[in-house]
């Protein structure tokens, strides 16, 4: 795992400002972002999704923050691209979240999509059900 992958985890699974969960908790699940349906020991489920805006550099990937755009300095808006993660939480059995989805700006590097694409690998491997 490379340094700027390691530093998104942090910021994935740590607490306080800026981090995702902080901003997980302040979202709605089932709302705008929708459902996720999962595949486990033979039947079928529907997990409730909630979206989590980042703000992260376009040439490398580095998450700078978890926040909605109304929250954040102009001086990281104008320097930053926006990003968001689709993610699932398995309410039904183990309360644990996946990240099914992200979506970055247009524009962005190679680079900057391989590390947010291995930071989402990541954190799936280690913490989601």
Known sequence: ?????????ELMTGTGEWHMKDLLLQESF???AGFYRIKSEGKERTCSCAATNFFYDARTGEIACFANIQDVPRDIVSRYAEGTFKI??????TWKTRIVGAYTKRGSSEQALRNIKDSVREYNSRYSF
């Open 30 to 32: 089932g709302g705008n």
């Open 88 to 93: 699932a939480l398995d309410a039904f059995n």
């Open 1 to 9: 795992m490379n340094s700027i992958v390691g530093k998104n985890l």
